[in-house]
């Protein structure tokens, strides 16, 4: 009797084991096709992806070309504006402060023309007192004498 069950369960167990070979095998195959298929797409995408990098890489090529121009033009108009600047900006300097010059001298001759208040100098540190402050002041003080010489 111990002999028959034995050979049962022995039985049970090969049927179990057969069982998930054949899915197992099931499984590998799918996973074979399924790697067949991802190569055969593959292939064509990096194909692809290397044609892009290539292109990608002619045009960096040509944008490095175009920046090194751009800074070869870029130093060229900074030394043309210091040629000009040092060439024409002194002569003009000295033009437009004798026009101003003989404006000024043009204006101070002239009766009509009421001259104009004199600029005031902001010093760093110090309150310089305004014009106005200084009219307050006075008609402040007028109205006080007036008033002490009154009493």
Do not use: H
């Not at 194909?47 to 990098?53: D, F, K």
């Not at 090529?61 to 504006?81: F, G, K, M, Y």
């Amino acid at each position: 009797m111990a002999g028959i069950l034995v050979a049962v369960f022995w039985a049970i167990l090969v049927s179990f084991l057969a069982v998930a070979l054949a899915r197992l095998a099931q499984t590998l195959k799918a996973t074979t096709k399924l790697v067949a298929d991802v190569t055969d797409q593959a292939v064509p995408l990096l194909a692809e992806a290397s044609t892009a990098v290539r292109s990608a890489q002619s045009q960096i090529d040509r944008v490095d070309a175009i920046a090194s121009d751009v800074q070869e033009v870029t130093s060229n108009a900074s030394a043309l504006s210091t040629t000009v600047a040092s060439t024409f900006g002194g002569p003009l300097v000295k033009v437009a402060a004798f026009g101003y010059g003989v404006r000024r001298a043009i204006a101070g001759r002239r009766e009509n023309v009421p001259a104009k208040a004199p600029r005031r100098t902001v010093i760093v540190g110090r309150t310089v007192p305004s014009p106005r402050r200084e009219k307050r002041n006075d008609r402040g003080n007028s109205r006080g004498n007036n008033r002490d010489k009154g009493n």
